[in-house]
């Protein structure tokens, strides 16, 4: 699928071919760095004065580039849509070959950083277990039961902010919970999973 | 078994013939037992046509000295020959002793469980549900075509349940089955 870049968008771009390909390089790594971290206007600053472009003109490069590279990334795009997109901007075949280099070498990254800003539920990290028999209570001196003691640890977000449960239960409905998600796990290689995984691509 | 000395007296005036006659005794004891397992703290338990003619303190005293003793013998699992001994000395006979455990012996399972659920723990797990999903888009990413899955456990602490949801990948959910099978797994080496 090919891109749809707007004016304003084509607009920002079109500083980058007024500078050399390397520049363009360099904006690529402080656009991926703002990805990472979020912007700080210093640096646009010292790239101006460095240029002799204007702060805003820098700005708009550097943010249209994110923008590119996060909607490239966001869809998968494939090689051939990015080229074929990037063209209508009427760059350089030079430059064109940097934005896509910047494009191939950062997709995976920068699908992770997006992956963050999904609302996510609280994930599966760990559990511990141990096995305790109860051997007497205040109100009953004498007794023998077994039961099987466990730390859940979740993730709350990609963070990981770690929340700890700690749970217990007895030996039956242990057996019980692992016939159970056994049949949970079998679920996803039945022909019908499969063919579903296999279709929606 | 150790008793104090109310409790005694009170057992005393239980095992007394002039005071209870054969005829009350089983309907004193019964009513006891019934107090501890149904009632619910009703004070009209005692209020029973039979026991009319008994002075209400009295069976207030007797009443609180026996549902103290049955307690006490749930909870150190007294067997019949502490239980008649302890009874023969507080003066009761033979009959009464028979009477006084068979009920016993009726209703001790159920003084275990009552006894058993008294006490504070984890949450205690009962159940667990789940829905294997499809990840195919979201808000920020497109194409992310990812199987995972939704797991609740359902808990349950003095009464109040809970859920505890969490989701996890195919890979996650084989290491937590894993480890509840060697949990499983060393249940059963400790059993034998």
């Known amino acids: 699928m090919l891109l749809v870049l707007t004016e304003e968008h084509r607009e920002h771009l079109s500083m980058l071919p007024q500078v050399e390909p390397s520049v363009v390089g360099e904006f690529g790594r402080i656009a991926l760095e703002f990805l990472r971290r979020g912007t700080s206007p210093k640096i646009y600053e010292g790239a101006a004065r460095k240029l002799g472009v204007s702060v805003e003109a820098v700005q708009q490069g550097v943010e249209g580039l994110m923008f590119l590279l996060m909607e490239s990334s966001k869809h998968t795009i494939s090689e051939v849509d990015f080229m074929d997109s990037v063209l209508i901007l009427g760059f350089g075949e030079e430059l064109n070959q940097v934005l896509l280099q910047l494009y191939q070498d950062n997709k995976v990254q920068i699908r992770r950083i997006l992956s963050q800003l999904i609302p996510s539920q609280p994930a599966f990290h760990q559990l511990e277990w141990r096995l305790d028999v109860q051997l007497a209570s205040r109100s009953l001196r004498q007794r023998l039961v077994p039961t099987v003691t466990m730390r859940l640890m979740l993730s709350e977000s990609e963070e990981g902010q770690r929340s700890t449960r700690v749970l217990q239960t007895d030996p039956s409905t242990l057996l019980h919970l692992i016939s159970t998600l056994e049949a949970a796990l079998a679920a996803v290689k039945t022909s019908h999973s499969r063919r579903i995984l296999r279709n929606i691509k | ?192």
């Open chain 2, 1 to 192: 078994m150790e008793l104090s000395e109310s409790v005694q007296k009170g057992l005393q005036s239980l095992g007394d013939q002039t005071v209870l006659d054969r005829c009350s005794f089983p309907v004193v004891v019964d009513a006891c037992f019934r107090s501890l397992l149904f009632s619910r703290g009703d004070p009209a338990v005692l209020d029973l046509p039979e026991l009319k003619h008994l002075d209400k303190i009295l069976l207030k005293q007797i009443h609180a000295a026996a549902t103290t003793f049955i307690l006490e013998a749930v909870k150190h699992n007294a067997d019949k020959s502490t239980i008649s001994f302890s009874l023969e000395e507080l003066t009761f006979n033979t009959e009464r002793i028979e009477t006084f455990y068979t009920t016993f012996q009726k209703h001790k399972k159920d003084l275990e469980l009552i006894l058993s659920s008294i006490g504070r723990g984890p949450a205690h797990i009962k159940d667990v549900s789940w829905r294997l999903q499809y990840q195919m888009k979201n808000g920020q990413l497109d194409k992310v075509n990812e199987p995972f899955y939704l797991i609740s456990l359902s808990t349950e602490t003095g009464g109040a349940s809970e859920d505890v949801d969490f989701s996890c990948t195919a890979e996650q959910l084989q290491d937590l089955v894993g480890k509840l099978k060697d949990a499983a797994k060393s249940v059963e080496k400790a059993s034998q």
